[in-house]
């Protein structure tokens, strides 16, 4: 069964710097890998789709990189705001898998002023 | 504006009744899904469906029920044999696969 972590559970940073979120999984036969951000109450919004051809995406300040044989997402948000915090979720649909996301526990990110 | 509107926001209910929950989108998108989500466990799947008149049941499908008789619309059902249904859920939809999810705002339910 695939399981997905995202460690660290939570992220306090200042405000402008640089960081990087993980994404971890165990089956590397993967169709795709998505970043999302969830708001307190709200539902998720897709960040970024990351093919499993393709070895990155980017999207303004945020770049998603995905490496397969190692079984790693990272997400990576430059100079960071205040605005950032929420929290990030990755998800990824095996080969085969149909249209069925498993989706990480998520790394709540608060930056601070 | 395109989306999915997820209703009511919040839902109260007594132990034992049936609830249904709303959710409709005008993507015109195939796939819709129904997820779960409480603290610390990351989203569960309930049930999806990839095309009107067809579902199939998730990782966590026992006490809910699903309809999808309209492309647009697909209504959840928490059962009173579902044993912890208080939790944030969560609709969302996809043309393909190789598409992003759209999630819609979510409904919490609670039940006493």
């Known amino acids: 069964k695939q399981e997905v972590t995202q460690i660290p559970a939570a992220l306090s940073v200042p405000e402008g710097e640089n960081l990087v979120l993980n994404c971890s999984f165990t089956d590397s036969a993967i169709y795709n890998l998505q970043w999302f951000r969830q708001d307190p109450g709200k539902g998720l919004t897709s960040l970024l789709l990351?093919?499993?051809?393709?070895r990155e995406q980017t999207s303004g300040r945020l770049n998603a990189s995905l490496d397969k044989s190692s079984g790693r997402s990272t997400l990576y948000i430059a100079a960071s705001q205040p605005g950032d915090s929420a929290t990030y979720l990755c998800a990824l649909i095996l080969t085969g898998g149909g249209n069925k996301l498993t989706f990480g526990t998520g790394t709540q990110l608060k930056v601070e002023l | 504006d395109g989306g999915i509107t997820q209703s009511p926001k919040y839902l109260f209910r007594k132990e034992g009744q049936n609830v249904t929950l709303s959710c409709e989108q005008n993507l015109n998108h195939d796939a819709m899904y129904w997820y779960r989500q409480d603290p610390g466990q990351g989203l569960r799947l309930i049930y999806y469906?990839?095309?009107?008149?067809?579902?199939q049941k998730g990782d966590i499908a026992e006490g809910y029920s699903v309809s999808r008789e309209k492309k647009e619309s697909f209504p959840l059902t928490v059962t009173s044999a579902q044993k912890n249904p208080t939790a944030f859920y969560l609709c969302?939809?996809?043309?393909?696969?190789?598409?992003?999810?759209?999630f819609g705002n979510g409904t919490r339910l609670t039940v006493t």
């Open positions: 969302a939809s996809t043309q393909d696969r190789n598409s992003p999810l759209h």
């Open positions: 469906s990839q095309i009107v008149n067809d579902f």
């Open positions: 990351i093919q499993s051809s393709q």
